[in-house]
């Protein structure tokens, strides 16, 4: 009974989801299936963290878009996520929640949170860090970079990045009474996660040349026209340095937690 209960508050979740945009088709079959896992090993506590994390975010990435639509325009997705982000977001999160499920260990609850809060830090930085009004630097050359960049810092999106984060470790400080020591941990790796998530995506993340408007841009079509890759690797797209920093930060929190 409860089990059918939370299919369908996720399955309305999703479906509102879908509906504002946030999510696309594949996007919500995929946000579906990690709301299953999720609250599988962590119930409606579980739920509700990811529900925060999902909240937010979507109202800050209504929050001024037109300003934002520029960026968008650079990215090789636009706001609307696919199942890729929506996984490479929520998949260790998931898996964490059902290692959970097997092992009642509370090592698992802090690694979910760290992966959500990687992910919040990661969406507020962006969602906000683009509305900077200074133009930010490139953590490769410490130049300016254009707003959108991988790889590029402003101070309103590092800060972005932190409140995001804690914001994850004092939802998960109340949903599953930890002591304020863990949630400080969550609070430092979940940013930790979104430091990895921008060095990894300065330094290896492929970058491609428009052949019509010269732009350096995340996609593989710009203008209509197919891109020529300038550097990096084609197969470290956003998607899978997501994955990788958020694995490695929970990496570091385990050094930490034990
Ligand atoms: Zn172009």
């Given at each position: 009974m409860i089990t059918f209960l939370y299919m369908l508050i996720i399955f309305f979740v999703v479906v509102s989801a879908k509906k504002v945009q946030f999510l696309n088709s594949s996007g919500s079959i995929a946000a579906f299936f990690v709301g299953i896992c999720i609250a599988l090993g962590l119930g409606y506590k579980g739920l509700l963290l990811l529900g925060a994390f999902f909240l937010s975010s979507s109202l800050l990435s209504k929050y001024k878009k037109s300003q934002k639509i520029m960026m968008e325009e650079k990215?090789?997705?636009?706001?609307?996520?696919?199942a890729f982000q929506v996984l490479a977001n929520g998949g260790a999160a998931s898996f964490a929640s059902l290692v959970y499920l097997a092992t009642n260990e509370s090592l698992w609850i802090y690694l979910f949170a760290i992966f959500i809060a990687a992910s919040n830090s990661d969406t507020w930085a962006s969602e906000i860090g683009t509305l900077s009004k200074k133009q930010p630097l490139s953590i490769k050359n410490f130049r300016l970079a254009e707003t959108g960049t991988s790889g590029a810092v402003s101070a309103l999106g590092t800060a972005a990045a932190i409140c995001g984060s804690f914001f994850i470790a004092v939802c998960t400080f109340f949903l599953f009474s930890i002591s304020v020591k863990e949630m400080i941990i969550i609070g430092i790796f979940g940013f930790v996660g979104n430091l990895l998530d921008t060095l990894l995506g300065a330094l290896l993340q492929a970058e491609y040349q428009c052949k019509v408007c010269e732009k350096m841009v995340e996609?593989?079509?710009h203008c209509g026209k197919k891109t020529v890759k300038?550097?990096?690797?084609?197969?470290?797209n956003n998607d899978i340095v997501n994955i990788l920093s958020g694995v490695f930060a929970a990496l570091l929190a385990l050094f930490v937690l034990l």
């Open positions: 990215v090789e997705k636009g706001s609307e996520r696919d996609k593989k079509i300038r550097k990096g690797f084609t197969i470290l």
